[in-house]
């Protein structure tokens, strides 16, 4: 039977009761003021009354608003107030998630959590051996945050079933949509008990979305804390009208400077191609795309968010889900086609609260649909015409520019284990380059470097896609 309409209830909270106020267990409140976080983000304090009550719940908010502790904490307090046995390949609790990435950022949240409870976790998705999921699954688990796809597989094979799940979590559900997982999803949770608790989280409630809304939530509650697709008010926008032959230039200047940058392309080639470029001008870089195996995903990730490689160069697969703390520029070298690719991309930076710079580089062919673009996104962005050298691009991302010499190749023989090695190079900071320039204020004074003078082959690659550049 269809669910009812949900209650809607739009939220704006600046402050309110604390997590114990709310109800969240003694042991979940120690756990998080122990990693720092002591009072509730406006999703969270606005699903927390109605999910911990045990209410069918959807929170829709924008990305970086907090939504994985809202869910996190009604999960495990429901878990720990019910002391069952764990059985093997019958989960308690399952969170599904659309790729393997936000899985694992998941589960790196709720373990610590989970753990002071004396609750199990563990994860499955596809991209690695299934022989350690299947040993993690007969040991019994008390939350399994998967992917629909590779879980799909382990209840084909008889080694999990649903039919003990408690409670269900959607997360990024709209995004699940926009992959094709739904007829997989609607298949999982009609394994699951009809009376259990089911939390839906999404940035937008399209009509795939309430396809599930509608067929598995009961009576829901409705918690937004933006407007759908809302931009964030801490974001400084800008459009770089440039010539595609000073694409490169300006892209090494801006990724060259302190801090942690987020690069996006269009195709998972040219991630690959850009990255290997940037480490070519001195800019230590690394990839993230769908030909990645996981563990030269996990790798990457961790090299930039260790600092060892200060820009990641990705297509959409990280502009879900993935969170690095400090990024402080998003650039779209390849703008998105579609405004909601826009947002969620840009959201990687001015999370939580803090405050971000998005850049778009715009050539004269790609103007009308940046417009197009910025104007269905719902930001004001400013442009500016520039070259290489430009004094904007020390405002945008200020600092010495820095820039390193590659790593030489290893001879024809040789053969080192990159395993524990980024999958692009990330050589030593070697040299740094330029003076610094007053920018006319004294408090905000930068100190650019010049930027690295590009080789040739490498701007004609990347502007022009030659068979230099493929090598």
Known sequence: MAARRPHDFSTSISAGPTFAE???????????????????????????PDSLAGRDVLGRGRTGSGKTYAFALPVLARLAANDAPRRP??????????????????????????????????TVYGGVRPGPQITGLSAGVDVLIACPGRLADHLASGHARLDAVEITVLDEADHMADLGFLPEVTRLLNQTPRDGQR??????????????????????????????????????????????????????????????????????????????????????A????????????????????????????ATDIAARGIHVDDV????????????????????????AGASGTVVTLMTDTQAADVRDLTRKAGITATVTRLRPGHPLLTQLAPGERTYVAPSAKPAPNSRPDRRDQPTSATPQRTKNTGKAKNTGSAKNTRTPRRPATPKTGGIAAFSAGTRRGRR
Do not use: C, W
Request: charged share 15%.
């Open 286 to 313: 690394v990839e993230l795309h769908g030909n990645l195996g996981q563990s030269a995903r996990t790798r990457n990730l961790l090299a930039f968010a260790d600092g060892s490689a200060a820009t990641l160069v």
């Open 328 to 351: 402080a520029l998003v650039i779209h070298a390849d703008p998105p086609v579609e405004h909601k690719a826009y947002l969620h991309r840009s959201g990687r930076t001015a999370r």
């Open 89 to 122: 390949g019958r989960p308690r609790a399952l969170i599904l998630a659309p790729t393997r990435e936000l899985v694992s950022q998941i589960h790196a949240s709720i373990a610590p959590l989970a753990k002071a409870l004396s609750l199990r976790t563990m």
């Open 199 to 284: 939390l839906l989280f999404s940035a937008t409630l399209d009509a795939g979305v309430d396809v599930l809304v509608r067929r598995f939530l009961h009576d829901p509650v409705t918690h937004s804390v933006d407007a759908v697709a809302s931009p964030v008010t801490t974001m400084a926008h800008h459009v770089l009208h440039v010539q595609p032959a000073a694409r490169l230039p300006v892209l090494v200047d801006l990724t060259a400077a302190p801090g942690r940058t987020l690069v996006f392309t269009r195709t998972k080639r040219g991630a690959t191609k850009l990255t290997r470029q940037l480490v070519a001008e001195g800019v230590p």
């Open 22 to 48: 709310f109800g969240v267990p003694a042991g979940l409140v120690k756990a998080l003021t122990t990693q720092g976080i002591t009072a509730p983000f406006p999703i969270q304090a606005a699903t927390l």
